[in-house]
C-alpha cells in the first residue's frame, strides 16, 4: 500500500509578505507560470510512488500551499493536532486545514491559544517513532510539553538558532533505515550533540550549499529522496547507502522559504515506514 500525501494546488501561492530571510525582496517577485509547472512536477514524481490527496489553494493565503505546516498527524488514531501560526499572514489556514481534514474524517485536537506550534514543519517522526521537536523561530519552547499529552512514545527538542532555517524541517530529514541528514550550523551545540548521540554514524552532515539548496526539506516515499537539488557529494552518500535521489526544481517555492518537504504532508509518518520495514523483517 502506497504512503499517503497530502498536497495542496498552487493556485494561490505568492510571496505576498516577509515572514522569514528567504521572503525578503521576493513580494511579487513569483513567476506563477513557472511556480505551476515546478509544483506539477513534483506531484508527478510523487504520484508515482504515492497516493496524494488534494487541497485547494485559496489566494487568501498564499502560504497554505505550504501542507507540512498543516499539523502533525497522528495515523494510529487517525487524529492530527492542527498548528497555531506565529505570524498573523498565516493564521487563517487553520481554519481551512480543521475544514479539510474533519471532511476527510480525522479529529482535529487544538492546542491552547497562546501556544505556537507549526505542524511538521517543526516536527518529525523518524523510522523508530522518535519525535523531534524545532523549538526557536516558529515553535515556541512549551509546544513538546503539550505535544506530549496526545503523542505516544519519545519526543526530544531541538533549539533552531540560525534564522534562515526557521523551521525544522528545513535543516533536519529523518531518512527511512534510521538515517537522518542535518545542517549543523541550525542547531545550538547541546541540540547537535543530542542529535549526534541519538543517531551516531547514521547522522550525515549537509555542507553549508547543500543546507542551502534545501536538501534536507527533501521528501521520503517509495524508496525515494526527492529534493529540489542535491550536490553531487550527497547524492553519491544517499546512493551508497540504497536511496534513490531525485531532483526537481523548486526555486520558486524557495523564494517564500519552502521547498518539496514543505509542500507536503505524510498522513502516515513513521508508522507508514514501520509497517514496511516490520514486511521487510518477515
Given at each position: 500500500?502506497?504512503e ?21 525582496h521576493?513580494?511579487g517577485n513569483?513567476s ?7 509544483w506539477?512536477?513534483?506531484h508527478a514524481?510523487?504520484?508515482?510512488v504515492?497516493d ?8 487568501a493565503?498564499?502560504d497554505?500551499v505550504?501542507t507540512?505546516?498543516?499539523?502533525l498527524?497522528l ?10 501560526f ?8 487553520k481554519a ?5 481534514f ?7 485536537i487544538?492546542l ?16 523508530l517513532?522518535r519525535l523531534?521537536?524545532g523549538?526557536?523561530p516558529?515553535?515556541?519552547v ?7 499529552r496526545?503523542v505516544?512514545g519519545p ?7 540560525n534564522p ?5 524541517d ?5 531518512l527511512?533505515?534510521g538515517?537522518?541528514?542535518y545542517l549543523?550550523?541550525?542547531?545550538d551545540?547541546?541540540?547537535?550533540e ?11 552532515a549537509?555542507?553549508?550549499?547543500e543546507?542551502n ?9 517509495g524508496?525515494?529522496?526527492?529534493m ?8 553519491g ?12 526544481p523548486?526555486?520558486e ?6 521547498s ?11 508508522l ?11
Amino acid at each position: 500500500m502506497p504512503e499517503t500525501l497530502v498536497m495542496c494546488t498552487p493556485e494561490g501561492y505568492s510571496v505576498s509578505y516577509e515572514i522569514n530571510p528567504w521572503m525578503k525582496h521576493q513580494v511579487g517577485n513569483v513567476s506563477h507560470a513557472r511556480a505551476t509547472a515546478q509544483w506539477q512536477a513534483l506531484h508527478a514524481t510523487l504520484a508515482k510512488v504515492a497516493d496524494i490527496k488534494l487541497m485547494s489553494g485559496d489566494a487568501a493565503w498564499p502560504d497554505l500551499v505550504f501542507t507540512a505546516n498543516a499539523g502533525l498527524p497522528l495515523p494510529r488514531e487517525r487524529k492530527i493536532i492542527l498548528s497555531n501560526f506565529r505570524y498573523p499572514q498565516r493564521q487563517g489556514e487553520k481554519a481551512l486545514n480543521r475544514t479539510w481534514f474533519e471532511k476527510d474524517g480525522w479529529t482535529c485536537i487544538e492546542l491552547p491559544d497562546g501556544v505556537t506550534f507549526e505542524g511538521a514543519g517543526d516536527a518529525l517522526f523518524d523510522s523508530l517513532g522518535r519525535l523531534w521537536v524545532g523549538r526557536g523561530p516558529r515553535s515556541d519552547v512549551t509546544a513538546p510539553q503539550h505535544l506530549a499529552r496526545h503523542v505516544d512514545g519519545p519526543i526530544h527538542s531541538l533549539i533552531l538558532v540560525n534564522p534562515a532555517f526557521y523551521h525544522l524541517d528545513t535543516c533536519f530529514c529523518p531518512l527511512p533505515n534510521g538515517y537522518a541528514m542535518y545542517l549543523a550550523d541550525a542547531f545550538d551545540q547541546p541540540s547537535r550533540e543530542l542529535l549526534a548521540r541519538m543517531f551516531g554514524d547514521k547522522l550525515i552532515a549537509l555542507s553549508a550549499e547543500e543546507g542551502n539548496l534545501f536538501c534536507a526539506n527533501a521528501v521520503c516515499a517509495g524508496g525515494m529522496v526527492v529534493m529540489n537539488q542535491v550536490t553531487p557529494r550527497l547524492k553519491g552518500i544517499l546512493e551508497e547507502l540504497g536511496y534513490t535521489v531525485v531532483e526537481t526544481p523548486l526555486t520558486e517555492f524557495m523564494k517564500s522559504g519552502g521547498s518539496a518537504k514543505c509542500l507536503t504532508l505524510s498522513l502516515d509518518g513513521w508508522l507508514f515506514e514501520a509497517i514496511r520495514s516490520a514486511g521487510k523483517a518477515s
